[in-house]
């Protein structure tokens, strides 16, 4: 029950939500959604133009590192969580951006 309102906005989290996105019970509570994770990776960008790489250092299931991976080189993608880890590097897979984060 607690999570039927957060499954009710997967769409708003992930548009590739129907093609296998992979994430934990926690994650629900604290994924970045889609659109505006977008916008802080594309902010990003426009404030360090000439930058490789970025640090996303609380990844969680990858919400902002997938976006950052489509705007820069190289993303570095980090939580203390291995099931987390797991679920983003799935879900770059999923986005077709998995050779761009580590």
């Given at each position: ?47 360090c ?31 203390m ?22």
């Amino acid at each position: 029950p607690q999570l039927r309102k957060y499954f009710a906005q997967r769409h708003r989290f992930w548009s590739k939500f129907d093609e296998g996105v992979a994430m934990d019970e926690e994650s629900w509570y604290s994924v970045t959604p889609e659109a505006i994770a977008e916008h802080i990776a594309r902010r990003t960008r426009q404030l360090c133009p000439t930058a490789e790489v970025v640090l996303d250092a609380f990844s969680g299931p990858g919400g902002n590192a997938i976006q950052f991976a489509r705007h820069f080189r190289r993303v570095l993608a980090v939580d203390m969580d291995p099931v987390k880890l797991a679920c983003s590097r799935h879900n770059a897979r999923v986005y077709k951006v998995d050779r761009n984060i580590e």
